[in-house]
């Protein structure tokens, strides 16, 4: 079974491909309605277009030079990529003419911008033209690239305008002719991956296998011997030892790609790089890659994941540390990472189903990435700790902006990672009320509607619309924590234990028009322990229900967060919804507390507190610090 699984090819279906409503159509509304404009108007105000348009004089260095030997400014053109992306998925959910034409004038600005040869990057064209392709490692000259052919294939997909397109492709016709191990070419790769995810998606939009080619190209020459950074350093007379970080594992370049088995380095860079191989791995049915990735796979979720889906505890490499370190009121886990791993865990699905991937990409899309976004869509986390003293809030923008257009494209896209298609089967990842409308091999159309309120509801219909009967496969994933799921197609039970492999309920039969299937996972509340070499977490506990992490706030609750002392037997919760926070389901929990106020003036003394009986509000993780400023926190003290 398990080699017949990764031999098929499951890709993501397109944005344009499915509607979206219910929960993520609400985030979807926040992101058209605000985000979407907020992200172009502070790449306005920092200069971005000034620095694109030949009509005017270069702005110069506008953002110092660091001592690493670059500026954030070098990477303006991703943030312009992104911001693009992201109106591009709004203007598809959301017609919006103002906004599309303020696109257009940017993608005009990068048409008169690009050079003759196909080269294209604001920085290396108008500040220093001179140092083109000579510090790969460090000036992310590739990973603009990437994010710019990423806003490309969008918006193309979303509007059918294909002058952006058009333009990155022109730019890929370059990279090939400068890339290689051929006479004068540079036989290099660049130290922030992004271009290999990227090049996958041009090619698959256009049909162009060349661009797959190179992708593979920069996955396999990533790490190999001699250096490539090493002789490029030498080649432009830098020290070869001195640049940030001090190793090659910052970048995960330390090891040839199919030799690494522990995830390392930034935390944003490695998402973005085992995201590419996965995509290589799927679209060259490369089993030495898949191989790889499953090692490394493991790696993360035994020992460096939060509970959120947060990677990364570190914010002096924004990255990982020690095995089993995860401190929580320092956590660093960027919101940029826990998107990145949404990414990988989806691309790890396109050798076929498995609820060990889809449910880390769900429980990282709703608790390390969506607590990024404020529920308006103007406001937004870089980073997320898992315990607050109320100084901890969402900015407006950021000097190294990456994270708010970086959220705002995954929510804007989510229905291409709710649903994948292979050549006779349809998997369903994620739930959400939504309809996707796809077409399998031999030209079957088939439209799905999935009728539900998940997360707050676990309820899920699917109905199948169909213009005459069709043999194929529906894939439902069935989540590790959804004891007692039933299913049924038309009213008739299924029995799970026989049409479920790697944690997906596999129906395969001729379907009909108006043919309903009905899933109910159930949503009971649940405790979660650390391995107990998790220090920061020794003698707590978390609170999930379903996909969502859920934590206790200072608004609802007063101070002194760390006195709540959570039973171990759970008791009956109750539940609320709270229309302030689109509909949320709150919980009512009785626990116990920690006086506090009787302790007295002592710092330390011989007894413990007293404890008394008290109810505890408590709400989704992703939805903290939208209301009242104040503390918050989701390990919390478990009854011993």
């Given at each position: 079974m398990?080699?017949?699984?990764?031999?098929?090819?499951?890709?993501?279906?397109?944005?344009?491909?499915?509607?979206?409503?219910?929960?993520?159509?609400?985030?979807?509304?926040?992101?058209?309605?605000?985000?979407?404009?907020?992200?172009?108007?502070?790449?306005?105000e920092a200069g971005m277009l000034r620095a694109i348009d030949v009509e005017q004089p270069s702005p110069g260095v506008v953002i110092p030079i660091l001592e690493w030997g670059g500026s954030t400014q070098m990477f303006w053109d991703s943030d312009l990529g992104k911001s693009i992306e992201t109106i591009a998925y709004s203007l598809y959910r959301?017609?919006?003419?103002?906004?599309?034409?303020?696109?257009?004038?940017?993608?005009?600005l990068y048409e008169r911008l690009q050079d003759r040869d196909g080269y294209l990057n604001a920085w290396f064209q108008r500040v220093q033209p001179d140092r083109r392709w000579t510090n790969l490692?460090?000036?992310?000259?590739?990973?603009?690239?990437?994010?710019?052919?990423?806003?490309?294939?969008?918006?193309?997909?979303?509007?059918?305008?294909?002058?952006?397109?058009?333009?990155?492709?022109?730019?890929a016709d370059y990279m090939i002719k400068v890339f290689g191990h051929g006479p004068d070419q540079i036989p290099g790769y660049d130290g922030h991956e992004e271009i290999e995810l990227a090049l996958v998606k041009l090619a698959r939009v256009t049909g162009e296998k060349k661009y797959l080619d190179l992708s593979k190209f920069f996955v396999d020459e990533r790490g190999a011997e001699p250096h490539f950074f090493t002789d490029e350093a030498k080649r432009d007379g830098r020290d070869p030892r001195n640049y940030i970080q001090k190793t090659y594992e910052y970048g995960q370049a330390h090891l040839p790609v199919r030799e690494q088995t522990k995830v390392v380095g930034h935390a944003v860079r490695a998402m973005y790089l085992y995201s590419g191989m996965a995509d290589i791995a799927t679209e060259y049915k490369d089993d030495s890659l898949t191989g790889a990735l499953e090692a490394l796979w493991n790696d993360v979720v035994t020992k460096q994941m939060y509970i959120t889906g947060g990677i990364g505890p570190a914010a002096s490499n924004e990255g990982f540390t020690d095995y089993y370190d995860l401190p929580n009121d320092t956590a660093y886990a960027e919101t940029c990472a826990s998107v990145g791993l949404v990414f990988w865990a989806n691309r790890m699905l396109g050798r076929g189903p498995d609820r060990r991937y889809a449910d880390i990409m769900e429980q990282a899309l709703y608790n390390g990435a969506l607590p990024g976004l404020s529920i308006d869509g103007k406001t937004f986390f870089y980073d997320n700790p898992l315990e607050s003293t109320g100084k901890h809030h969402r900015w407006k923008?950021?000097?190294?902006?990456?994270?708010?257009?970086?959220?705002?494209?995954?929510?804007?896209?989510?229905?291409?990672?709710?649903?994948?298609?292979?050549?006779?089967?349809?998997?369903?990842?994620?739930?959400?009320?939504?309809?996707?409308?796809?077409?399998?091999a031999g030209g079957t159309k088939v439209t799905l509607k999935?009728?539900?309120?998940?997360?707050?509801?676990?309820?899920?219909?699917?109905?199948?619309?169909?213009?005459?009967?069709?043999?194929?496969?529906?894939?439902?994933?069935?989540?590790?924590?959804?004891?007692g799921a039933t299913?049924?197609?038309?009213?008739?039970?299924?029995?799970?234990?026989?049409?479920?492999?790697?944690?997906?309920?596999?129906?395969?039969r001729e379907w009909t028009d108006n043919d309903r299937v009905a899933l109910f996972l159930p949503?009971?509340?649940?405790?979660?322990?650390?391995?107990?070499?998790?220090r920061q977490d020794a003698g707590r506990v978390a609170l999930m229900r379903g996909p969502l992490v859920y934590c206790v706030e200072e608004t609802d609750n007063g101070p002194d967060l760390n006195a709540i002392v959570v039973p171990k037997s759970l008791p009956q919760a109750q539940t609320e919804v709270l229309?302030?926070?689109?509909?949320?389901?709150?919980?009512?929990?009785?626990?116990?507390?920690?006086?506090?106020?009787?302790?007295?003036?002592?710092?330390?003394?011989?007894?413990?507190?007293?404890?008394?009986?008290?109810?505890?509000?408590?709400?989704?993780?992703h939805l903290w610090d939208n209301r009242a400023p104040g503390g918050m926190l989701v390990w919390l003290q478990a009854e011993k």
């Open positions: 398990n080699m017949s699984r990764k031999d098929r090819q499951f890709r993501p279906v397109a944005v344009p491909d499915v509607e979206v409503a219910g929960f993520w159509g609400k985030w979807q509304d926040a992101v058209c309605d605000s985000t979407a404009e907020t992200l172009l108007d502070r790449c306005v959301k017609p919006n003419a103002r906004l599309e034409a303020r696109a257009d004038a940017i993608i005009d490692r460090d000036h992310h000259e590739l990973y603009c690239a990437g994010h710019l052919i990423e806003a490309a294939v969008a918006y193309y997909q979303a509007t059918g305008k294909r002058k952006l397109l058009d333009i990155m492709c022109r730019y923008w950021h000097h190294c902006p990456c994270c708010p257009p970086n959220i705002a494209r995954l929510v804007t896209s989510i229905g291409s990672y709710m649903y994948a298609a292979a050549e006779d089967e349809i998997a369903v990842h994620l739930y959400g009320e939504s309809t996707l409308r796809a077409e399998l999935q009728d539900t309120n998940y997360p707050w509801d676990g309820a899920i219909g699917l109905t199948v619309t169909l213009a005459a009967p069709a043999r194929f496969a529906l894939s439902l994933r069935i989540p590790e924590w959804a004891t299913l049924s197609v038309n009213g008739e039970m299924l029995s799970l234990a026989e049409i479920v492999s790697d944690g997906y309920a596999r129906i395969e949503l009971a509340l649940r405790p979660q322990y650390a391995n107990p070499k998790v229309s302030e926070l689109n509909g949320a389901v709150a919980i009512d929990l009785a626990a116990e507390r920690d006086d506090t106020s009787s302790w007295g003036e002592a710092l330390y003394r011989t007894i413990p507190a007293d404890r008394s009986a008290a109810k505890v509000r408590l709400i989704p993780f």
